[in-house]
């Protein structure tokens, strides 16, 4: 009984009252349903296009970013199944890769101008059109994270979307996700709008007060309702 109380207080001093609430009520009923009815809330977070690098002249040298296709032999290093990365590619996703020496050390994905999510049934689509992207699924191994891996990765893309004409970068991360979300906010990122779905088998709801449209419903696992985010959005 102790250890729980630590953990709800641990917890809420992370997430703030309502988060941990949420989280609480999401597992009650992620158990006594059997883990048939799911609950997702995300934050939808919007930052700048850096102009400036991350990273010091002369520093992070022994770090290769390159931005590499779907037939490239790193892929077999990173921590997804390979299935899901070729998907990513067919969705239009852009893969940028971190290295020392042979070694995969990290990676950071692109989507411009619409990304489908792979945790619910959704689109996002981006606005104002050419000038958005999406970012997800970045990662840098954990011996690597006191280096300049994450920052070259973000210098890198930072610079292909400065050539597209890109003003902003878009990303959803989960509530509970805090170190994710203070990642982001050193970038210059902020929150705002919140997105939550609900899952029942087939069935899926989505309700969003900061997005258009307001309320979906979903039974076909193949159809991705889109959602609209755009620079003028506001948490």
């Known amino acids: 009984m102790n ?39 995300y934050y939808i977070t919007q930052q700048p296009v850096s102009q400036d690098c991350l990273v010091p002249a002369g520093k992070g040298g022994d770090i290769e970013i390159a931005q ?37 050390a990290g990676n950071l994905w692109l989507n411009f101008d619409k990304y489908q999510e792979d ?8 606005q104002p059109k050419g000038q958005a992207a999406w970012d997800y699924d970045v990662f840098v191994l954990p011996k690597y994270r ?36 203070q990642a982001h906010k050193r970038l210059g990122s902020r929150i705002i709008g919140s997105l939550f779905f609900i899952n029942l088998g087939r069935f899926q709801c989505a309700i969003s007060l900061h997005f258009k449209p307001t309320l979906t419903f979903s039974l076909n696992r193949d159809v991705f309702p889109e959602v609209h985010i755009g620079a003028t959005e506001e948490h």
């Open 3 to 41: 250890q729980m109380l630590h953990n709800i207080k641990k917890t809420s001093s992370e997430l703030g009252i309502k988060d941990t609430l949420l989280y609480i009520f999401d597992r009650l009923l992620y158990k006594i349903s059997f883990k048939t009815l799911i609950l997702h809330k």
């Open 119 to 126: 945790e619910v049934r959704c689109t996002y689509v981006l």
């Open 146 to 181: 006191f280096s300049y891996v994450f920052a070259k990765l973000w210098d890198e893309a930072n610079k292909v979307m400065r050539q597209r004409g890109i003003g902003h970068v878009y990303s959803r991360i989960n509530y509970y996700n805090i170190a994710s979300l």
């Open 68 to 104: 590499i296709g779907p037939d490239h032999p790193l892929l077999q290093q990173m921590d997804r199944p390979f299935s899901v990365l070729q998907k990513r590619f067919a969705n239009g996703g852009h893969c940028f890769s971190a290295r020392k020496g042979e070694q995969f």
